[in-house]
């Protein structure tokens, strides 16, 4: 598949007004997605069938709380990712949680590792209360600023 090829078929969905098209052609895959509103597509995968990964689905933003989830969380401190990585709630997968909800912490208690580029990157709580709500499970993908836990303060 030339580009000549790449730009019919770009040029097809924006006739078209197609917001996504995914193809396979002789050991070659592309998968074209085009943002809402957006005058142009967006290539999001274009490889060899044989080296391409599979092309996870963005994440579902998250729903909106009640008014009255917002009320109860309005005094409680957010502990959130300093970093993008892969979040662990232990040291080691047999061993117990950092924290829990009810456990009092303090400014230097390390709630999280956060994994980024192979390197484990130790989280502290950086305030001292208790904790009252988790919000991320084990060994799962963290984005910067994304809110970890809930913290009453003390």
Same mark, same amino acid.
């Given at each position: 598949?030339?580009?000549?090829?790449?730009?019919?078929?770009?040029?097809?969905?924006?006739?078209?007004?197609?917001?996504?098209?995914?193809?396979?052609? #002789?050991?070659?895959?592309?998968?074209?997605?085009?943002?809402?509103?957006?005058?142009?597509? !967006? +290539?999001? #995968?274009? %490889?060899? +069938?044989?080296?391409?990964?599979?092309?996870?689905?963005?994440? %579902?933003?998250?729903?909106? /709380?009640?008014?009255?989830?917002?009320?109860?969380?309005?005094?409680?401190? &957010? !502990?959130?990712?300093? !970093?993008?990585?892969?979040?662990?709630?232990?040291p080691a997968?047999d061993a117990?949680?950092?924290?829990?909800?009810? #456990?009092?912490?303090?400014?230097? &208690?390390?709630?999280?590792? +956060?994994?980024?580029?192979?390197?484990?990157?130790?989280?502290? /709580?950086?305030?001292?209360? +208790?904790?009252?709500?988790?919000?991320?499970?084990?060994? &799962?993908?963290? #984005?910067?600023?994304q809110a970890?836990?809930?913290?009453?303060?003390?």
């Amino acid at each position: 598949m030339d580009i000549r090829e790449i730009k019919k078929i770009l040029e097809m969905m924006k006739e078209n007004d197609l917001a996504e098209f995914e193809m396979e052609d #002789q050991g070659f895959r592309l998968a074209v997605k085009r943002r809402s509103g957006a005058e142009a597509p !967006i +290539v999001v #995968q274009a %490889a060899p +069938v044989a080296m391409a990964a599979p092309v996870a689905p963005p994440p %579902a933003p998250a729903p909106a /709380a009640a008014p009255a989830a917002k009320d109860e969380d309005a005094d409680l401190l &957010t !502990i959130t990712a300093p !970093i993008v990585g892969t979040l662990y709630r232990s040291p080691a997968p047999d061993a117990e949680a950092f924290v829990t909800v009810g #456990q009092e912490v303090d400014e230097n &208690t390390v709630v999280c590792i +956060v994994e980024a580029m192979k390197v484990m990157n130790e989280i502290k /709580a950086e305030c001292r209360g +208790v904790i009252r709500k988790i919000l991320v499970e084990n060994a &799962t993908a963290v #984005q910067f600023g994304q809110a970890l836990f809930k913290v009453e303060p003390l």
